[in-house]
């Protein structure tokens, strides 16, 4: 049963699309060994291009090799030189020439031809962010990324408290993110980049647990950590909500650091910190557009991003457009690249709602499928709908409403009162009425509450009821997967003391009560936050695994817009309810 009372206190490495151009290196030669080298390609054609076997060279063919720059002198000027292809020997190579300007760089959705030195469109089911990369596939590490793993033991003299050295402890790529260490290890991610003009880094991460130390920052060639990054610790996020953090890049060479250490509090393991979206700003130039990623197209050339497939759509790398699923059997979520036959319908793909009073004073029990639907009733072993329950007598209202008559509740007046079963009446004389809302009764959503459901990995959730109405309490909905959290908001615009404590300070201006219990067949957590002003949210408290029912007031002290939240989060799968 829920009660629930708040009152007024009293007194990457993307490889080469097929048959575009090749990403431009840069080469680790100096003027000088350039020379060496284009001198001795002139002494092999007169020696009479010949091969070791004696035989003439063919000549060489536009296949056969490539273009790339030169590093950069200290004019800022370059060559662009020809590179024959691996495992191609042939004469002739085009000569040198002189290269763009070391900071030139081209637009957005364009790309650098390398064979005439000018930009180009990226064609359909590429992209290209002109001067800068992007990391937004995690199958696998890309290129350039490493892991560094240590252990930070605080104990004075020998200690074997980590006898496998942390060996096993590293970054996980996770398909559209990349997953950080959940143990006690200090666990590096780096990327280094060297840039011709300065730019940024930006990033896109879930940051929820504060036994795990994030930090950002960036160091030079010399190992010297840059001033862009002084403050260096990562903010917390929200509970399912990805925050973004940017920091200015100079020219030159840029080592990044994302770092994380976890603090184990007995057996209870850290939640990870997630990265996602790496962009970096300043390398002057691409010389090949990227393909879109799975589950992504662009239908344009000169596109600088890739559009997500829409539900029950697909696509496969570098895609034009998307493939619709066959609905009748198959279906997909948003940005998918591939279609997954529909299951049969269970239990979890419906949830029950009490239908609203209506003029006879009537409710009853329904049952909804979750949207979008995505079961079958068709297969075998799956379940219909249930039947809607009988029509049974409304609850009374909460206190502090009234039922004129009609269907609905409504607020007392300002300076009346009320049970909920009786009609409003003035306060007596010398008397105020307390303020404040009491929750016992669940048919409809007050209207000051809403419900939402939000998935940590941005697969969509939106369609299921996060928390639903249940007579006396209100329960968390079923969720769709383990890493779905079901938020109920509460919001008040402010607390008003009452007469006899106008003035003082330092005093408690009201509290918040709630009757809670948590059924869990597996693991879940259930946190209790605050914001205050819609600045930020804060976890005031959390429990996890099953609890039998139990109170929790929280005290207001300050007249202020309150926004109380619960978020319950299922972290294995079972039947799991929360009920309060």
Request: charged content about 20%; aromatic content about 10%; glycine content about 8%.
């Amino acid at each position: 049963m829920l009660l629930l009372t708040l009152r007024r206190a009293k007194g990457r490495d993307r490889g080469r699309p097929a048959g575009g151009p090749r990403r431009a290196l840069s080469l680790p030669w100096s003027p000088a060994w350039i020379c060496c080298w284009a001198l001795a390609g002139c002494q092999a054609v007169w020696a009479g291009d010949s091969s070791s076997s004696g035989r003439p060279l063919p000549a060489c063919q536009e296949k056969d090799y490539h273009f790339e720059y030169t590093e950069c002198d200290s004019t800022g000027s370059r060559w662009r030189v020809a590179i024959p292809n691996s495992a191609v020997d042939c004469s002739g190579l085009p000569d040198p020439v002189k290269g763009k300007e070391c900071t030139f760089s081209c637009a957005s959705g364009e790309y650098l031809e390398m064979k005439n030195q000018v930009c180009s469109k990226c064609v359909e089911g590429t992209y290209s962010l002109g001067s800068g990369i992007k990391f937004d596939e995690w199958d696998e590490l890309p290129a350039g990324f490493s892991n560094v793993a240590t252990f930070m033991d605080t104990v004075v003299g020998p200690s074997d408290s980590r006898p496998d050295g942390c060996n096993n402890s590293s970054w996980l790529p996770r398909g559209n993110y990349i997953e950080s260490n959940r143990d006690d290890c200090t666990v590096s991610l780096i990327y280094a980049v060297h840039l011709k003009k300065s730019g940024y880094v930006f990033f896109e991460y879930q940051y929820v647990d504060n036994n795990i130390f994030f930090e950002f920052f960036i160091q030079n060639d010399q190992c010297q950590e840059m001033d862009a990054t002084t403050d260096k610790w990562v903010k917390l996020t929200d509970n399912g909500e990805w925050g973004s953090h940017s920091v200015m890049l100079k020219s030159g060479t840029n080592i990044l650091y994302w770092r994380t250490t976890g603090i184990l509090m007995g057996s209870k393991a850290v939640k990870p910190v997630l990265v996602k979206n790496i962009t970096i700003e300043g390398v002057a130039y691409t010389s090949e557009c990227f393909p879109c990623k799975p589950g992504t197209f662009s239908n344009k050339p000169g596109s600088f991003n890739c559009q997500m497939c829409p539900r029950n759509t697909y696509s496969e790398k570098g895609a034009k457009e998307c493939i619709r699923c066959k609905e009748d059997s198959q279906f997909s979520e948003e940005g998918a690249s591939e279609c997954v036959d529909r299951p049969p319908c269970t239990t979890k793909d419906y949830f029950q709602i009490h239908t609203p009073c209506d003029e006879e004073g009537k409710t009853q029990i329904m049952y909804k499928w979750i949207e979008p639907k995505i079961c079958r009733e068709d297969l075998t072993d799956a379940i219909r709908l249930p039947p809607s329950g009988e029509k049974k007598d409304c609850p009374p209202c909460n206190p502090g409403f009234y039922n004129n008559g009609s269907s609905s509740c409504h607020p007392c007046p300002p300076g009346t009162f009320s049970d909920g079963t009786k009609e409003c009446k003035s306060c007596p004389a010398g008397t105020e009425p307390a303020l404040g809302f009491e929750y016992k009764w669940w048919n409809v959503l007050p209207a000051n509450m809403k419900t939402s459901c939000f998935n940590v990995g941005n697969s969509k959730c939106d369609g299921m009821n996060g928390w639903e109405v249940a007579g006396d309490h209100i329960r968390s909905g079923a969720g769709g997967s383990d890493n779905d959290y079901l938020i109920l908001n509460l919001h008040i615009p402010g607390f008003k003391p009452p007469t006899s404590m106008t003035g003082a300070t330092g005093s408690e201006l009201g509290r918040i009560t709630f009757v809670f219990e948590t059924l869990c067949s597996a693991d879940c957590v259930l946190y209790f936050m605050v914001d205050i002003n819609r600045k930020s949210t804060n976890v005031v408290e959390s429990w996890g695994g099953t609890k039998e029912k139990q109170a929790y007031t929280h005290v207001i002290f300050k007249n202020a817009t309150f926004t109380f939240t619960w978020a319950f989060q299922r972290t294995n799968q079972g039947q799991d309810t929360i009920h309060q």
